[in-house]
Nanobody, 122 residues
Framework: QVQLVESGGGSVQAGGSLRLSCVASEYTYSTSCVGWFRQAPGKEREGLLVIYTAGGVAYVADSVKGRFTISQDNAKNTVYLDMNSLKPDDTAMYSC???????????????WGQGTQVTVSS
């Protein structure tokens, strides 16, 4: 059972930056990709970025292109989400997930973290 733990959320003013971290207990044959997702109250969950655990970015949502980036440190089993130029519309619960790349891009994951809240004030 893979466990994912997110951290780094908090409150920030518009235009600011945050870095979220997702630490995995392990990677297995079924966790070829790790992704970041978010869900705001009353809205559907949105996939943001997905990275291959072997390296390389698999998916970037148009809504965050140019502002958010995904990276990883495999020595630490950690995937990062760097968020810049944050807007109030970015306020949401951010979660990381792991699974097979083809299905993870569609939001279907084998494992989910508990999420970390990001609040952007104007």
């Amino acid at each position: 059972q893979v466990q994912l733990v997110e951290s780094g959320g908090g409150s920030v003013q518009a235009g600011g930056s945050l870095r979220l971290s997702c630490v995995a207990s392990e990677y297995t044959y079924s966790t070829s990709c790790v992704g970041w997702f978010r869900q705001a109250p009353g809205k559907e969950r949105e996939g943001l970025l997905v990275i291959y655990t072997a390296g390389g970015v698999a998916y970037v949502a148009d809504s965050v292109k140019g502002r958010f980036t995904i990276s990883q440190d495999n020595a630490k089993n950690t995937v990062y989400l760097d968020m810049n130029s944050l807007k109030p519309d970015d306020t949401a619960m951010y979660s990381c997930a792991a699974g097979r790349c083809r299905t993870l891009v569609s939001g279907i994951a084998d494992y989910w973290g508990q999420g970390t809240q990001v609040t952007v004030s104007s």
